[in-house]
């Protein structure tokens, strides 16, 4: 039989950890790691054909709190969930599909949960607390350095107008004794809005660079 190398390659929510064996069909079983934090053992051709992708967590009912969630924190229909929040982050950070990439990957933001347990760990409890004031809908991951990583440190639950406050619109630069945003920066200095946010966020120039260096 020819041996497939399966370690560490993602399916779906699954990563494989380690070979396992052989089923009686002769296909090689493989231990995988879900996104949820469940490990299953798995036979190789229902992972390269897709059949599984995960370890069963989306149809595995269960009540956790007051939210009545399936396995795995995901409610199906429902992005507001506690997984698709994680699954959302990971999109923005690692996939250049993603719409809004380049407002994160692209930019150099990463999400330093690798795993949707540590994110579980380090954020469910101020969730569910969040949630039971403001609800599901008004709940939304807010980076409190907008400049950051996706982290326990760096990470909190605000509702929408909290988050809207918190926008790269709304920071505050400050040279020779002015604090403004990039936009009255542009008006004070008539240098071009998008010109100034290339030069800060995309060139990572320091203000003084970014407003004393002439426009060719």
Request: aromatic content about 12%; charged content about 25%; proline content about 3%.
């Given at each position: ?30 231990l ?29 009912k269960t ?8 396995h ?88 929408a ?56």
């Amino acid at each position: 039989m020819k041996q497939i190398n399966l370690i560490d390659k993602r399916f779906g929510q699954l990563v494989v950890i380690k070979q396992k064996g052989i089923n009686k069909w002769g296909n090689l079983l493989f231990l995988c790691k879900c996104d949820c934090g469940n490990q299953k053992v798995i036979p190789s051709a229902n992972l390269r054909s897709g059949r599984t992708k995960s370890c069963g967590c989306k149809s595995s009912k269960t009540k956790i709190g007051f939210l009545n969630l399936t396995h795995g924190f995901s409610r199906k229909g429902h992005p507001e969930s506690f997984y698709n929040r994680f699954m959302t982050i990971k999109a923005r950070c690692n996939n250049p599909n993603s719409p809004k990439w380049h407002l994160y990957g692209k930019r150099g933001i990463k999400c330093l949960w690798n795993y949707f347990e540590e994110f579980r760990d380090d954020m469910y409890k101020s969730y569910l607390k969040h949630i039971k004031e403001f609800g599901i809908k008004d709940t939304l991951i807010d980076r409190i350095n907008v400049n950051g990583n996706y982290c326990k440190e760096n990470c909190r639950w605000a509702t929408a107008k909290e988050s809207s406050r918190n926008t790269r619109q709304n920071v505050r630069f400050e040279f020779s004794g002015k604090k403004l945003t990039l936009g009255e920066w542009s008006e004070f200095s008539g240098i071009n809005h998008k010109t100034l946010t290339n030069r800060i966020y995309n060139s990572k120039w320091p203000i003084e660079k970014a407003l004393n260096t002439p426009v060719r």
